[in-house]
């Protein structure tokens, strides 16, 4: 498995608990339950992401400026999250800020799929695209181990 493979699948995950965040009754354990675990998996991927696929790439001035501009949509990402903490999740305010973080994550997760990935794969060799995937697969299955279901 390479990084892109192994990013893609946490991409996938993301994906996923977004749009069941959306679909959650207002005020439920479930909207809670599934909140909580999209912020953990946000974490450990923006966490990972930025360790074991970034760094490398930031290193190189070839692709230099996309890595960064990834970083810096992780943190508006991150605000997002912590305008939804601040809010009731009854609150009409609150679905309205979900649906924005879904869609800058998937326009992120898009953007790297479809851009970064390809300027990366020019610039890594097999060799350290393998070793970047194992890396950062250590490194999210490790932050997994801390959530709580």
Do not use: C
């Not at 939804?84 to 924005?100: G, N, P, R, T, V």
């Not at 799929?113 to 794969?121: L, M, S, V």
């Amino acid at each position: 498995m390479n990084i892109f493979e192994a990013l893609r699948i946490d991409h996938d995950r993301q994906r996923f608990l977004l749009t069941n965040l959306i679909q959650t009754p207002s005020n439920s354990t479930k909207r809670d339950h599934t909140f909580r675990k999209l912020k953990h998996e946000l974490a450990i991927h923006t966490g990972g992401e930025e360790n074991h696929f970034y760094m490398p790439l930031i290193n190189s001035d070839i692709t230099q400026e996309k890595p960064r501009h990834g970083i810096a949509e992780h943190l508006e990402i991150d605000t997002l999250i912590k305008n939804l903490e601040d809010i009731e999740y009854a609150s009409s305010d609150w679905l309205q800020i979900a649906k924005q973080l879904q869609k800058k994550v998937e326009h992120h997760l898009n953007e790297e799929e479809h851009t970064i990935f390809k300027i990366a794969g020019k610039v890594l060799s097999e060799n350290q695209k393998t070793a970047l995937a194992k890396n950062y697969k250590a490194y999210v299955k490790e932050n997994r181990q801390s959530f709580k279901n």
